[in-house]
């Protein structure tokens, strides 16, 4: 049984960091691209950043220079690094690996 279990969100002050993690079972994990999306309060999910089995990433232009996606597939394990965090990032964060399979989410809220 796939199971995602995502951590590290929280509250934080505008301009803050946190940093959220992703644990994968239940799947050979470093045979897998991963990715974290995010979803605001009446808006669609969208694709954050991704990795891929070689390490080459992806952004959306949004984070770019901000956030920092990376694996350690001897944890099976998938990282978002967020520095410089703005209101508009408030939103549940998502990790989902490239077989379609999704965690529960964890929330993240920027705000003064």
């Known amino acids: 049984q796939v199971q995602l279990v995502e951590s590290g969100g929280g509250l934080v002050q505008p301009g803050g960091s946190l940093r959220l993690s992703c644990a994968a079972s239940g799947i050979i994990f470093r045979l897998y691209v991963m990715g974290w999306y995010r979803q605001a309060p009446g808006k669609q999910r969208e694709l954050v950043a991704s990795?891929?089995?070689?390490?080459?990433?992806y952004y959306t232009d949004s984070v770019k220079g901000r956030f920092t996606i990376s694996r350690e597939n001897a944890k099976n394990t998938v990282y978002l690094q967020m520095n410089s965090l703005k209101p508009e990032d408030t939103a549940v964060y998502y990790c989902?690996?490239?077989?379609?399979?999704w965690g529960q989410g964890t929330q993240v809220t920027v705000s003064s």
């Open positions: 989902s690996d490239s077989n379609g399979d």
């Open positions: 990795i891929n089995t070689g390490g080459s990433t």
